[in-house]
């Protein structure tokens, strides 16, 4: 079921994701965020309120590799395959972050972590599936809010470095 969305302003995205925006010279993506009356918390939320695919959302998830947080960007569509992260950053171990962990390191809430624009600097994974598409959607902060954007320049703007840690088809 498709939910309109409302018109944005400044209001829609966090205020701490539009000043991201706005002191990356991206203050033009501001208008285009999008506000939703119902959560879009997960990907198929999202894009079943975008009427898009699955795999053109962003996932922006925290894991803690040996208890150092660590943001990957995964296709909506996919998962992340934890044995594959442990792999690219020679970690021991990776879990899932605890919510709080989450909220310290990015200063939001699951649910609306957006690519970038975080309250700390956070080591950024951005797996190559990304790039299937001409324009992929992201929270813009809150669970209600998401953004347009090109791939590779979402990916350039996390500092993120391409990877392939999707969960291997069986």
């Known amino acids: 079921m498709t939910t309109a969305a409302t018109d944005a302003d400044d209001s829609a995205a966090h205020p701490r994701f539009a000043e991201a925006l706005r002191e990356r010279g991206l203050a033009d993506l501001i208008p285009r965020v999008r506000r939703f009356p119902e959560a879009t918390r997960t990907a198929a939320e999202a894009a079943a309120a ?3 695919g699955l795999s053109q959302i962003c996932k922006s998830l925290i894991f803690a590799a040996d208890g150092v947080p660590v943001l990957v960007l ?3 569509a996919s998962r992340v395959d934890l044995d594959r992260v442990r792999e690219e950053l020679g ?6 972050a605890r919510a709080d962990v989450v ?43 998401v953004f347009p954007m090109a791939p590779a320049d979402l990916i350039s703007q996390a500092g993120g470095t391409l990877v392939d840690v999707r969960e291997r088809a069986s």
């Not at 970690?91 to 899932?96: H, M």
């Not at 690519?115 to 990304?130: E, I, N």
Request: glycine share 14%; aromatic share 8%.
């Open 103 to 145: 909220r310290e390191t990015t200063g939001y809430a699951i649910g609306g972590v957006p690519p970038f624009g975080h309250r700390t600097g956070t080591r950024v994974l951005a797996d190559r599936s990304l790039l299937g598409h001409d324009l992929v959607w992201a929270a813009a902060g809150t669970p209600y809010t």
């Open 74 to 76: 995964m296709d909506g």
């Open 91 to 96: 970690a021991r171990k990776v879990t899932r």
């Open 50 to 52: 975008l009427d898009c």
